[in-house]
């Protein structure tokens, strides 16, 4: 069974731009959550989507966004970036029920210069 | 919403010795504890979770602690061995009305030193 794919794996961007993240579940996972990860402060909830819909949102500014498609392949945006962006963005992918096992996949990282 | 609380930021511990990492956590209501571990390059993956109504839980050389009282919780990993060094990060979930609902904490880099 394939893992949660993550691309691209690294990014470099200028500070301003625009960049999309792309995540692919585990085939059967139709919940993906988005985390932020930077030193000392561990892992940040972005958003979570399941079946196309957006069920929980954590304290990012708008310019953040997602969306999830119909094969459960979810995507991440983020406009105008800053240099505080910079980051590991991971995704989850999570089995039926709550309270189970996120399987994260390898993240990407993200460069703002 | 939930916060948590994870000590200390980073271990040096000797090849053999036992390490120690504990957690807290603010919501009574939490039931779920997971802890993921983070090696260099790669994503987290989950070594053990422990619910609420259990209070330790043991897997080989890896341990869970929980006091619900006292709202903490604690990793405890005897004979370390180098493959131990890592991040590994505590977390703490409610119940959630069914979506997912994991807050973590900001993860402690434990190191193992042969």
């Known amino acids: 069974k394939a893992g949660v794919t993550q691309t691209p794996r690294y990014l470099i961007k200028t500070r301003g731009q625009q960049v999309t993240l792309s995540c692919s579940p585990i085939s059967g996972h139709r919940s993906v959550s988005w985390y932020q990860q930077t030193p000392g402060q561990g892992l940040q909830f972005l958003f979570e989507y399941f079946s196309e819909t957006q069920r929980n949102k954590g304290n990012f500014p708008g310019r953040f966004s997602g969306r999830q498609f119909s094969n459960s392949r979810s995507e991440m945006n983020v406009s105008t970036l800053e240099l505080g962006d910079s980051a590991l963005y991971l995704c989850a992918s999570w089995g039926t029920g709550v309270n189970t096992e996120a399987f994260f996949g390898q993240g990407t990282r993200l460069t703002v210069v | 919403g939930e916060n948590v609380e994870q000590h200390p930021s980073t271990l040096s511990v000797q090849e053999g010795d036992s390490a120690v990492i504990k957690c807290t956590y603010s919501?009574?209501?939490?039931?779920?504890f997971p802890w993921y571990k983070q090696e260099l390059g790669k994503g987290p993956q989950l070594i053990i979770d422990?619910?609420?109504?259990?209070g330790e839980k043991k897997d080989q050389r890896i341990a869970v602690t929980l006091n619900k009282t006292a709202k903490h919780f604690s990793l405890h990993i005897t004979e370390t061995q180098p493959e131990d060094s890592a991040v590994y990060f505590c977390a703490a979930s409610p119940p959630s009305g069914g979506y997912q609902k994991v807050t973590f904490g900001t993860g402690t880099k434990l190191q193992v030193i042969p």
């Open positions: 919501d009574s209501a939490s039931n779920y």
């Open positions: 422990i619910r609420s109504n259990v």
